[in-house]
């Protein structure tokens, strides 16, 4: 289906962060736009407010009339829903487009010039950070994310004026396979869904794959010290970026102050004096990263540094929700060994002389499973470590596998403990705390706005 034959665009589990940002982009069109979701949220219920018709019963009745229209509707759906459900499977059986939400992402990679930030860790902020250094740019774009900006208190950037469509690549389910990146990051390939992919060498083939797809003329910034080796096509360009070298890196970095200002070091031009908008140690990687795709497409040195000295983040990302001299609270999305380890580092360097507090809620049985010694290692670097029992999200149990396995190999010295979910405030009113964190990618967060509450009378 073409996007001019598009009337009505139909969403099975319209509240996921990904999804919400495409039926945006649909709305904004001028589409009808309706979907199904398991649960109600602030998500879904912002969304209605934007004008998405939304319900939350499995019900092929439910379906609005207009989304009824094979010919003119596109159904989108999200990997995570089970192959069974009720109106999937009326919507095959009807002969209708059904797409996954990476193949409607790659339809506008062809209709747009996408500018694609893929990695196991890490995208969501280049990405969001290019977004918005562009964006307030005079080059512009549209951007597609896979979390909120805090700049514009959404995951969906439209511009009625720009070819650019910044997009978050994602590896999961092999769906970054159907974009055509004009150009790409790659921030990180450290195995993960390995459910998906059985092996790590499955999962390095993946990205490998990915780098093909890469149109000529365009180009590939990649992070210097991967394992997978790029394959390009003729006419693409590749660089390399790290913190500390490579093509695009930074030097002269300076962190104190609650401030980070660093040296861009670019074979473009090089610009001095960058100030971080959000001060975090692990951002001067991935600033360097989102200024290299920013530069490479026209923004000048103004911009650039403006763009990064006002962004202010992706909520769940590093986010701050107090910060005193006596008390620091904040959330963080890592999910994954070496995001946790990057965190753990971040904080120590903002802390040294803290204690720090992480409660943990690992995410998938398989995840665990696989990386539990590589977990604890991570949050070993922290001085409390709390474990919540594990996110299931679309798994089911595995005999054996419970955070446990992670508390057992913690790093001796490490103070640890064991909560149920259901636990963590009480938890949170009878402990005293220098720096607490909230980690992980499950349903945990829902508890940062009672824990801000109950700490708050602290400052």
Request: charged share 25%; hydrophobic share 35%.
């Amino acid at each position: 289906m073409e996007l001019k034959d598009i009337k009505a665009v139909y969403f099975v589990g319209a509240g996921g962060i990904g999804m919400s940002a495409i039926a945006r982009y649909f709305i904004h069109k001028g589409l009808v736009v309706a979907g199904y979701d398991k649960t109600p949220s602030k998500l879904t219920e912002q969304l209605e407010k934007e004008g998405m018709l939304i319900h939350y019963e499995e019900n092929v009745d439910e379906i609005p009339h207009a989304c009824k229209k094979p010919a003119s509707t596109l159904v989108v759906y999200t990997p995570a829903i089970p192959q069974e459900h009720k109106e999937l499977v009326y919507f095959r059986e009807n002969n209708f487009d059904v797409e996954k939400r990476a193949q409607v992402l790659g339809m506008l990679t062809r209709t747009h010039k996408g500018l694609c930030v893929a990695g196991t860790h890490g995208k969501t902020t280049t990405s969001t950070m290019c977004a918005h250094i562009m964006h307030q740019s005079s080059i512009d774009c549209n951007a597609f994310l896979g979390g909120i900006s805090k700049n514009y208190g959404t995951n969906y950037i439209l511009s009625e004026k720009s070819d650019y469509v910044v997009i978050e690549a994602d590896e999961f389910d092999r769906s970054f396979h159907w974009l055509r990146p004009w150009m790409s990051v790659i921030t990180s390939t450290d195995p993960d869904h390995l459910d998906i992919y059985g092996t790590k060498e499955a999962y390095l083939e993946s990205f490998r794959h990915y780098t093909t797809l890469i149109q000529p003329g365009g180009a590939l910034i990649i992070h210097k010290n991967l394992e997978m080796k790029a394959d390009v096509q003729d006419g693409v360009k590749v660089y390399t970026y790290s913190r500390d070298e490579g093509d695009f890196h930074a030097e002269n970095v300076k962190i104190g102050n609650g401030e980070i200002t660093f040296d861009f070091i670019s074979p473009v031009e090089s610009i001095k004096n960058v100030k971080l908008g959000q001060p975090v140690p692990i951002n001067i990687e991935n600033g360097v990263a989102a200024m290299a795709m920013a530069q490479l497409n026209g923004c000048n040195a103004e911009e650039l540094k403006y763009g990064m000295k006002t962004y202010h983040g992706v909520d769940r990302r590093f986010d701050f929700k107090i910060k005193t001299d006596k008390l620091v609270f904040m959330s963080d999305y890592a999910h994954h060994p070496k995001e946790i380890y990057q965190s753990a580092k971040s904080m120590r360097e903002l802390y040294k002389d803290k204690k720090i507090t992480v409660i943990f809620q690992p995410h998938l049985y398989t995840r665990t499973r696989d990386f539990y010694k590589d977990f604890a290692d991570s949050l070993s670097l922290l001085d409390r470590v709390v474990l919540c029992d594990i996110y299931p999200a679309r798994e089911e149990p595995i005999p054996g596998v419970t955070s446990k396995l992670i508390y057992d190999n913690l790093k001796p010295g490490v103070e640890k403990e064991m909560i149920h979910k259901e636990d963590v405030l009480k938890f949170v009113e009878d402990n005293d705390f220098e720096v607490l964190v909230v980690l992980g990618a499950g349903d945990l967060d829902n508890y940062v706005p009672q824990i801000e509450k109950i700490l708050e009378k602290r400052k």
